[in-house]
């Protein structure tokens, strides 16, 4: 009865219930990943988003929680060429070092140039402030092959399985 009366104390004060909070609507949890719905991604832990002709591409938060604390980012030109699957820079961490593949192909636009003092972004902020590179699509068909939220969750879950 103590057990039961401290385990009850303590979840008031940490505001802890029995009910769980609903996950936003935009995204899908998985364990501590979020994977936002709207984007694609690919096998290898990269996505990609469309906007106005442009695609904005960057590593999940998935395969970041696996690498750790990123600590250095090596990334392309603007103008540099990017082939889809292929690789276009590299993503250091404390764990390893890890090539960093491109989902479509085409022109790279823009360089996220924070990410040169804040590799770190990658970790705290993988869809937003941590996205890697803008590229204008040479064939923006190519993102149609790729996985959506629910299918990328799935291969997740069957490759941390192994």
């Excluded at 009865?1 to 401290?6: C, E, I, N, S, V």
């Excluded at 991604?41 to 996505?47: I, K």
């Excluded at 590179?133 to 990328?152: F, M, Q, R, T």
Aim: negative net charge; contains cysteine; glycine residues 8%.
């Amino acid at each position: 009865m103590a057990l039961r009366l401290w385990a009850s104390s303590a979840a008031n004060a940490l505001k802890l219930s029995g009910a769980r909070a609903a996950a936003p609507a935009f995204s899908i949890s998985r364990f501590f990943s979020t994977v936002p719905d709207g984007l694609k991604y690919t096998t290898s832990h990269e996505w990609v988003k469309h906007e106005d002709g442009v695609a904005t591409v960057g590593i999940t938060d998935h395969a970041q929680e696996h690498l750790g604390e990123v600590v250095f980012v090596e990334l392309p030109e603007a103008g540099a060429e990017v082939s889809a699957g292929g690789s276009f820079g590299n993503v250091e961490s404390v764990k390893a070092t890890s090539d960093v593949n491109s989902p479509i192909s085409g022109e790279v636009v823009e360089v996220n140039s924070k990410l040169t003092e804040k590799p770190d972004l990658i970790n705290s902020n993988p869809y937003e402030d941590g996205w890697m590179i803008k590229v204008k699509p040479s064939n923006p068909g190519e993102a149609d092959g790729l996985l959506d939220a629910a299918k990328y969750t799935k291969h997740c879950e069957e490759e941390d399985a192994h």
